[in-house]
């Protein structure tokens, strides 16, 4: 079966910077797009960022557009979010997820897999 694991999470000042990190592994994530979603206490999880199987094509939501960038590295299954200006806003558990397909999509019913989520904070 498929796992993802996400890692990178942590405590942080506003406009200071993070990456997490996606680990694929059961399915070679070459083969797939893959996402960011994340979801605050109260709130529905929304979508932040997906990429699809070759890294070609990316797709971010407006909140985090120019400031967080999706890639991947294939030859290590792994997926990255790099999220720099960080706002408290910004605060929430961040899941990585894999399609059944590759191109991008960003939509929570397009994914088959997700991760188990990396608690970003982000301190005024």
């Known amino acids: 079966q498929v796992q993802l694991v996400e890692s990178g999470g942590g405590l942080v000042q506003a406009g200071e910077s993070l990456r997490l990190s996606c680990a694929a592994s059961?399915?070679?994530?070459?083969?797939?797009?893959m996402g960011w979603f994340r979801q605050a206490p109260g709130k529905e999880r929304e979508f932040v960022a997906t990429i699809s199987a070759g890294g070609t094509f990316t797709d971010y939501t407006d909140s985090v557009k120019g400031r967080f960038t999706i890639s991947r590295d294939n030859a290590k299954n792994t997926v990255y979010l790099q999220m720099n200006s960080l706002k408290p806003e910004d605060t929430a558990v961040y899941y990585c997820a894999m399609r059944g397909a590759k191109m991008r999509g960003r939509t929570i019913p397009e994914y088959d897999y997700w991760g188990q989520g990396t608690q970003v904070t982000v301190s005024s």
């Open positions: 059961g399915r070679t994530a070459s083969s797939y797009a």
